[in-house]
């Protein structure tokens, strides 16, 4: 970010602080007066307000130079750019994105763990929830969409208006809103979603390698395609004399405006905004790793992770109820265990056959079936799936059986039975 636009920020947050200033004044009741300790403590607020977006901001800073050293470094064009630069000065760049890259994460934690950030939860309380895991689910190639998916909709005229707006065309008006305050918040909201869908796809993938797909998927490069696809820059109200324009600096502009519409639909639908983004970015970045996404499918050697089944004594339905005010619905291998499974009735699910091979998309295709021992059965096979994962085969399979209502029923009800006799036994010997 350059001083220009670095000084313009500036001025917008003092005129705003001060028209706030002179917007309490006018609305205090006449014939009312603040009392010294109500002055000091609004004072203490106020200057550990901006005391925080002060650190914010310089994190920010520190954010968007590892990106431009990123985009600038990237091994496509680097070398473009030693032409221009000596080997030792490149060095030197090389160096400083790799300390960059270590110290950003850093920087964000002691935001996060600092005491004065929690003043912000009273304030922004009615902002949108906090994302569960639960509702971000992994990429599968069938899921891959063909084209680029429909907007979202943003839903206040206000927000969306904003996200097309650059500092340098609303900085003479008070107030006024433009793309640069939304997209540190499009960026924060990005890069979860991106870990959370990335994590969850790929746990054989180590840390730093995952971290590289996430950077490909969140980069200035990638998000400005997105934006030419979807032709923002006709919308983009800006004035590209005053940044004396680049190209690299129209990628940096077309970034962050992609960055401020996902804030913008977030923000501006606090009650569905975050699970809309978060499904149009997952086909979104699923087109752009496609061929990632394929192999990970085809891989025989699969990880399943514990990572994402492991929490406290809390069922799913609950946490899901926690996040969402509403239960979750359960998959069908949850709700067949639940109905029937236990210590007296075990579920399985193998393989029925060796895996084919799928003569349109090339993948594999595996058959599961799932089988019942107890409850007067014996390797009983009560239904059975195909599908190009095992994990999806199994749960197809799941479904199969429960839609046998009658023969669910009849098991349902014996270990119902059975339940009711243990804890009577239970409440008789105590």
Avoid at 3 to 9: D, E, G, I, L, P
Avoid at 58 to 80: F, M, P, T
Avoid at 154 to 159: E, F, N, V
């Amino acid at each position: 970010m350059d001083n220009k636009r670095k000084h313009n920020s500036d001025e917008l947050a003092e005129r705003s602080y001060k028209q706030r200033k002179k917007d309490a004044l006018l609305l205090r009741p006449q014939g009312t007066s603040t009392s010294t300790s109500d002055t000091e403590n609004n004072r203490t607020q106020n200057s550990v307000f901006f005391k925080t977006v002060e650190k914010c901001q310089a994190a920010l800073y520190v954010q968007n130079l590892v990106r431009d050293l990123d985009e600038i470094l990237d091994q496509d064009i680097r070398g473009s750019i030693s032409e221009i630069l000596s080997d030792e000065t490149l060095k030197k760049c090389l160096s400083l994105q790799t300390s960059l890259r270590e110290s950003k994460e850093k920087i964000f934690q002691k935001i996060g763990k600092d005491k004065s950030s929690e003043n912000f939860h009273h304030e922004n309380s009615k902002l949108p929830k906090i994302l569960s895991p639960l509702s971000i689910s992994p990429w599968k190639s069938s899921s891959i969409p063909s084209e680029y998916p429909p907007l979202p909709e943003i839903l206040d005229p206000t927000l969306e208006a904003a996200t097309f707006i650059h500092c340098s065309v609303s900085a003479g008006r008070k107030g006024a809103l433009n793309y640069e305050q939304l997209e540190l918040i499009g960026d924060a909201y990005m890069e979860l979603i991106a870990t959370l869908l990335i994590s969850q796809t790929f746990p054989s993938l180590s840390p730093g390698k995952q971290s590289q797909i996430r950077e490909l998927l969140i980069k200035n490069i990638t998000l400005a395609k997105y934006s030419l696809q979807y032709q923002f820059e006709k919308r983009l109200k800006i004035d590209w004399t005053l940044l004396q324009s680049t190209s690299l600096t129209k990628v940096k502009v077309l970034g962050d405006v992609f960055e401020a519409f996902v804030a913008a639909v977030i923000l501006s639908d606090p009650i569905d905004g975050v699970q809309r983004a978060s499904q149009w970015l997952k086909s979104l970045w699923s087109m752009t790793i496609a061929t990632t996404i394929k192999l990970e499918d085809k891989s025989e050697n699969k990880v399943q992770s514990h990572l994402w089944h492991l929490r406290g004594n809390i069922s799913p339905e609950k946490v899901a109820e926690a996040f969402n005010n509403q239960p979750i619905e359960l998959n069908a291998k949850e709700k067949l265990q639940k109905l029937i499974g236990g210590k007296h009735a075990k579920l399985s699910y193998r393989d029925l056959s060796p895996p084919t091979k799928d003569p349109q998309t090339k993948l594999a295709v595996f058959s599961i079936g799932v089988f019942l021992d107890g409850w007067g059965e014996k390797n009983k096979m009560l239904g059975s799936g195909q599908a190009n994962g095992k994990k999806e085969a199994g749960l197809k399979a799941a479904a199969v059986a429960l839609n046998n209502e009658k023969l669910i029923k009849l098991y349902a009800d014996q270990k119902k039975a059975l339940m009711g006799l243990e804890t009577k036994d239970n409440q008789s010997s105590t």
